[in-house]
């Protein structure tokens, strides 16, 4: 946290704020109003002010950071994005994947690239909340279960707690799974809380999780928190991975891949 001396005056207060939620990605009412010895409800206007300007946005209880966060694309904008740093990334993916392996593929754009690869491998079970990679997957040699859930248009994927059903019941060798953004202090974010629930909760069911990111997801934060790094196992990217993640990670017990 930001350790200058509280301003008084309003815009200098208000400026100190968005610098905290800049550098947090994320801050609860609660925090910013112990840290600037104001009261909620100043705390409240200066927010409401900084959302108008275009700062940061309102949510429940905070404020998130518009600063350095990503918006999430529909899926088939998402899937022409960084096309050929995600192909490369899913070949590595491949290369992780054993004999008679049982897999989780999640909603992401690079994750649908794995899937891909996968058509001719009659000795994997794959599960997935991916409409995409199921669709992807539906004629050829892999077994499919589908988790089941609600329906998230934007990203193609069935999502919060019906997911349970399924995911609860299955323990996966290997997870594989993209995100919206990345950072050491944060973790792992999304856009979207029953996309966050269905994350987790397999990031707990997984023997192995292995994050599928490219280096633009690097150092943003979105609204919703999937997990600390703790839950991750391996991390693929791209070269232009910013050099702390492959220097920290690995210090945590990471594996970092950069292709």
Same mark, same amino acid.
């Given at each position: +946290? =930001?350790?200058?001396?509280?301003?008084?005056?309003?815009?200098?207060?208000?400026?100190? =704020?968005?610098?905290?939620?800049?550098?947090?990605?994320?801050?609860?009412?609660?925090?910013?109003?112990?840290?600037?010895?104001?009261?909620?409800?100043?705390?409240?206007?200066?927010?409401? $002010?900084?959302?108008?300007?275009?700062?940061?946005?309102? #949510?429940?209880?905070?404020? @998130?950071?518009?600063? /350095?966060? *990503?918006?999430?694309?529909?899926?088939?904008?998402?899937?022409?994005?960084?096309?050929?740093?995600?192909?490369?990334?899913?070949?590595?993916?491949?290369?992780?994947?054993?004999?008679?392996?049982?897999?989780?593929?999640?909603?992401?754009?690079?994750? *649908?690239?794995?899937?891909?690869? *996968?058509? /001719?491998? /009659?000795?994997?079970?794959? $599960?997935?909340?991916?409409?995409?990679?199921?669709?992807?997957?539906?004629?050829?040699?892999?077994?499919?279960?589908?988790?089941?859930?609600?329906?998230?248009?934007?990203?193609?994927?069935?999502?919060?707690?019906?997911?349970?059903? @399924?995911?609860?019941? @299955?323990? @996966?060798?290997?997870?594989? +799974?993209?995100? +919206?953004?990345?950072?050491?202090?944060?973790?792992?974010?999304?856009?979207?809380?029953?996309?966050?629930?269905?994350?987790?909760?397999?990031?707990?069911?997984?023997?192995?999780?292995?994050?599928?990111?490219?280096?633009?997801?690097?150092?943003?934060?979105?609204?919703?928190? #999937?997990?600390?790094?703790?839950?991750?196992?391996?991390?693929?990217?791209?070269?232009? *991975?910013?050099?702390?993640?492959?220097?920290?990670?690995?210090?945590?017990?990471?594996?970092?891949?950069? $292709?």
């Amino acid at each position: +946290m =930001i350790r200058e001396a509280c301003p008084t005056l309003a815009p200098q207060r208000r400026e100190h =704020i968005r610098l905290l939620v800049r550098e947090s990605g994320v801050a609860r009412v609660e925090d910013l109003r112990r840290e600037l010895k104001v009261s909620v409800a100043t705390i409240r206007r200066d927010l409401e $002010v900084l959302e108008e300007e275009g700062k940061l946005r309102r #949510v429940h209880g905070g404020a @998130v950071s518009t600063e /350095n966060r *990503l918006d999430e694309a529909v899926f088939d904008d998402k899937t022409n994005q960084f096309s050929k740093q995600k192909r490369a990334i899913a070949e590595e993916a491949y290369q992780l994947i054993g004999q008679e392996e049982s897999l989780f593929l999640d909603g992401g754009s690079t994750t *649908l690239c794995l899937a891909r690869l *996968l058509k /001719n491998r /009659n000795d994997l079970t794959v $599960v997935t909340n991916s409409l995409r990679a199921a669709a992807e997957l539906a004629n050829s040699e892999p077994r499919v279960i589908l988790t089941g859930g609600e329906l998230r248009k934007i990203s193609q994927t069935m999502v919060g707690p019906l997911t349970s059903a @399924v995911l609860s019941q @299955v323990r @996966v060798d290997r997870a594989f +799974m993209g995100t +919206m953004g990345f950072c050491l202090k944060n973790g792992l974010t999304t856009t979207d809380p029953n996309e966050a629930f269905v994350k987790g909760l397999v990031a707990e069911q997984a023997v192995q999780v292995v994050l599928l990111a490219d280096s633009s997801k690097a150092e943003k934060v979105s609204f919703a928190r #999937v997990s600390d790094w703790d839950k991750v196992d391996i991390l693929v990217s791209d070269q232009k *991975l910013p050099p702390i993640f492959t220097k920290s990670l690995p210090k945590r017990g990471l594996k970092v891949c950069v $292709v």
